[in-house]
C-alpha cells in the first residue's frame, strides 16, 4: 500500500489561557517564542497565523515595519525547522469592524478592512506563504434590515478582487461559517464560498478552508462539503476539529464527538490525495477549560493521533466487500461492515 506524509498544521491560539464569555484565564499565557518551540514535538510542521499573531499591534505600525517584524518571525520559524501555512487578517477586533469588515456600512471602515488585508499580504509575504484564509467574522448581521444582501456580496467580491490585484500570487480560502458572532453570516457554507469565488477576477486562486465544526453548525455533514469542494478544486486547506450539536463553536478535539465522522472526512481526503498538492492537516481545537497547565496541548498531538489512526483505518478497508454490498444495494450490511471496522473487529 502506498505510504504518504501528511503534514500537519495549528494557530498558536490553539494553545490557549481557557478565558470564555463567563470566566477568566485559567492557565498562564505562554509567548509566541515558546509556542514555536512546542510544535515539532506535538508532531507539528506548519503553522497558522493571523496578521497580529505575527505582528503584535500592527495598527501601531508603518508597512515597513510590519514587513521588518514578520521577517524576524520569519527567521525564528526557519530555525525551528516551520513553515508558515496561512495568514488570516484579523478583521473582528477594531472598533472599525463592529459593523463588519468588507460589508460595513461606513465607506471608511471598508477601506480600513481592505487596507488591513492588504497589509496581511505583505506578512504572508515575509513569511514565505501565497495563503490567506479569510474567515468573515462580521460579514453579516444580527437583523435582516441593517445591511443589504446583494451589496454584502458585491462588496465581498470588491474586497477580495482587491486583494488578487495587489498579489498575483497569493491565493483565498474562505472559511464558512454559518452564524456566530454574527446571527447570520453571509458565506454560511461552502456552497455560498465557491459560488462568490466565481464572480471574483480569478476564480482559480479563491478556495475554501474547510472547519469540521463551522460545516456541523449549519446541520451539514463535514465529509460532503469536503467532497464538494474537492469536485471543484478548491479545497486549500481545512481546519478539522469536532462539535456536539448546534450550540456555540465548540473546537474539540478532531473524532471526539463522532468518530464515524472523522472517519469519513479522513476517507474522503485520502482518497483524493489531500495534502499532494502542499496543501496542510490544520486543525482548529481548542483544550478544555478545565485541563491543567501543564497538559493543555494534548488536544493537539491526539487530534493528530486519531487522523493517523483514521488513515490506517480507511486504507485497510475491504474495498472489494464494500464494492459488492453497494452493487447488491445492501447498505445495512455495509453499515455494519464500517461499524466492525472501527470497533477494530
Ligand atoms: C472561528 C475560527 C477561527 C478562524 C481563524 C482563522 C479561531 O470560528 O474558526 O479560529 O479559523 O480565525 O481565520
Ligand atoms: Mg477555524
Known amino acids: 500500500m502506498e505510504t504518504r506524509e501528511y503534514r500537519f498544521s495549528f494557530g498558536p491560539w490553539n494553545i490557549h489561557t481557557g478565558a470564555d464569555p463567563f470566566g477568566p484565564a485559567v492557565r498562564d499565557s505562554i509567548e509566541f517564542g515558546k509556542k514555536i518551540k512546542m510544535y515539532k514535538g506535538l508532531g507539528f510542521d506548519g503553522v497558522q497565523f493571523h496578521d497580529d499573531d505575527a505582528v503584535p499591534d500592527m495598527n501601531e505600525l508603518g508597512d515597513s515595519q510590519i514587513v521588518e517584524k514578520a521577517k524576524e518571525v520569519y527567521k525564528i520559524l526557519s530555525s525551528e525547522g516551520?513553515?508558515?501555512?496561512?495568514?488570516?487578517?484579523?478583521?473582528?477586533?477594531?472598533?472599525?469592524?463592529?459593523?463588519?469588515?468588507?460589508?460595513?456600512?461606513?465607506?471608511?471602515?471598508?477601506?480600513?478592512?481592505?487596507?488591513?488585508?492588504?497589509?496581511?499580504?505583505?506578512?504572508?509575504?515575509?513569511?514565505?506563504?501565497?495563503?490567506?484564509?479569510?474567515?468573515l467574522a462580521r460579514e453579516g448581521t444580527y437583523i435582516r434590515e441593517a445591511?443589504?444582501?446583494?451589496?454584502?456580496?458585491?462588496?465581498?467580491?470588491?474586497?477580495?478582487?482587491?486583494?488578487?490585484?495587489?498579489?498575483?500570487?497569493?491565493?483565498?480560502?474562505?472559511?464558512?461559517?454559518?452564524?456566530?458572532?454574527?446571527?447570520?453570516?453571509?458565506?454560511?457554507?461552502?456552497?455560498?464560498?465557491?459560488?462568490?469565488?466565481?464572480?471574483?477576477?480569478?476564480?482559480?486562486?479563491?478556495?475554501?478552508?474547510?472547519?469540521?465544526?463551522?460545516?456541523?453548525?449549519?446541520?451539514?455533514?463535514?465529509?460532503?462539503?469536503?467532497g464538494f469542494a474537492l469536485a471543484y478544486e478548491k479545497l486549500f486547506t481545512v481546519h478539522l476539529n469536532d462539535q456536539s450539536g448546534l450550540k456555540f463553536d465548540e473546537d474539540k478535539s478532531f473524532g471526539s464527538v463522532d468518530l464515524r465522522r472523522a472517519f469519513n472526512q479522513v476517507r474522503i481526503l485520502d482518497q483524493y490525495n489531500y495534502g499532494r498538492g502542499g496543501e496542510f492537516v490544520g486543525l482548529d481545537v481548542k483544550a478544555m477549560r478545565t485541563q491543567k497547565q501543564e497538559a493543555a496541548t494534548k488536544h493537539l498531538a491526539n487530534s493528530r493521533k486519531v487522523f493517523l489512526g483514521m488513515v490506517e483505518l480507511v486504507r485497510s478497508l475491504d474495498k472489494k466487500r464494500i464494492e459488492q454490498l453497494i452493487n447488491k444495494r445492501d447498505y445495512e450490511e455495509l453499515e455494519m461492515l464500517i461499524i466492525n471496522h472501527l470497533m477494530g473487529k
Open 82 to 135: 516551520l513553515v508558515a501555512e496561512f495568514v488570516a487578517p484579523r478583521l473582528w477586533e477594531d472598533p472599525r469592524t463592529i459593523d463588519g469588515a468588507y460589508t460595513s456600512n461606513d465607506p471608511a471602515c471598508r477601506e480600513y478592512a481592505k487596507q488591513r488585508s492588504r497589509q496581511a499580504i505583505d506578512i504572508a509575504n515575509a513569511l514565505d506563504t501565497k495563503l490567506i484564509v479569510l474567515w
Open 147 to 226: 445591511k443589504d444582501g446583494k451589496v454584502a456580496v458585491e462588496r465581498l467580491v470588491d474586497a477580495i478582487n482587491d486583494m488578487l490585484a495587489y498579489d498575483a500570487e497569493i491565493k483565498i480560502a474562505i472559511e464558512p461559517k454559518p452564524n456566530e458572532p454574527m446571527d447570520q453570516a453571509y458565506i454560511p457554507t461552502t456552497g455560498h464560498a465557491i459560488a462568490v469565488s466565481y464572480l471574483t477576477d480569478d476564480q482559480r486562486r479563491v478556495g475554501v478552508n474547510i472547519e469540521s465544526a463551522h460545516v456541523i453548525l449549519a446541520g451539514l455533514d463535514p465529509s460532503d462539503e469536503m
